[in-house]
């Protein structure tokens, strides 16, 4: 049915996976930091978080990733000229990841600025007033409690992040897109295989909310019960 290509298109699968996971990690790495920069931040850095999130959501997720790919590319090469170094080519992996975590760490950074606020603040101030420092109320009291709050957000933007991977396959990455573009293009079957490509991705986003389902209600374990009584 799959003409042998099966193996192929689960391969690329994995290319995939490896560029949600990390643009999952880039982007909680820019949300945190915009959040805090947003809730805490001098006028500054307020400033910038807004602009940040502004700007990165009104535009297309394509035209941010081809303007980082490209823009880049050409951004860097006359760098390179000016200094007397060789050709610097972009790797495309690090291109699609780099440009989908900073486009979701927009996104993110609203969810862990309203995870932040959700934190009582009288808990951070009793922190304060029982000898820790900024870093260990952060680490030790709001963290904690901000995961829980942010998780169905963050798991909404890890449903959309693992579709926009398919962007990456405009830029040459060898994942499971592309590869059944190659399938499709050698058989003249395109609907065979992107259906195949739409039914993994639903299977993948299954497993992905009942992995998150699993993780809120463990986070939520306790508040339950205490409503409950």
């Not at 996104?107 to 922190?127: H, K």
């Not at 590869?179 to 295989?193: I, N, Q, V």
Request: with cysteine; proline share 3%; charged share 10%.
């Amino acid at each position: 049915m799959f003409h042998g290509y099966l193996p192929m298109i689960l391969s690329g699968l994995k290319v995939t996976l490896s560029v949600a996971s990390t643009s999952l990690a880039i982007a909680c790495v820019f949300g945190l930091i915009g959040a805090l920069a947003k809730v805490y931040g001098n006028r500054t850095a307020r400033s910038l978080a807004n602009t940040y999130t502004t700007v990165v959501r009104a535009l297309p997720d394509l035209l941010v990733m081809l303007v980082v790919f490209y823009g880049g590319q050409i951004l860097l090469n006359k760098l390179s000229s000016s200094y007397g170094w060789g050709y610097v080519d972009i790797n495309p992996f690090a291109a699609g990841t780099l440009t989908i975590g900073f486009i979701f760490g927009a996104y993110l950074t609203e969810t862990f600025r309203g995870a932040i606020l959700s934190v009582p603040s009288g808990q951070l101030e009793a922190g304060v007033a029982y000898g820790l420092s900024r870093v260990q109320v952060t680490r030790l009291i709001l963290l904690p409690q901000m995961v829980r709050h942010a998780i169905p957000g963050l798991t909404n933007n890890w449903l959309v992040m693992l579709k926009a991977t398919a962007l990456v396959s405009i830029i040459g990455l060898d994942d499971m897109v592309h590869r059944a573009g190659l399938a499709s293009a050698a058989t003249r079957e395109p609907f065979t295989f992107y259906a195949l490509i739409g039914l993994i991705y639903l299977c993948v986003t299954t497993v992905s909310i009942l992995f998150f389902t699993a993780v809120e209600r463990h986070y939520t374990k306790g508040i339950r019960r205490v409503g409950d009584a």
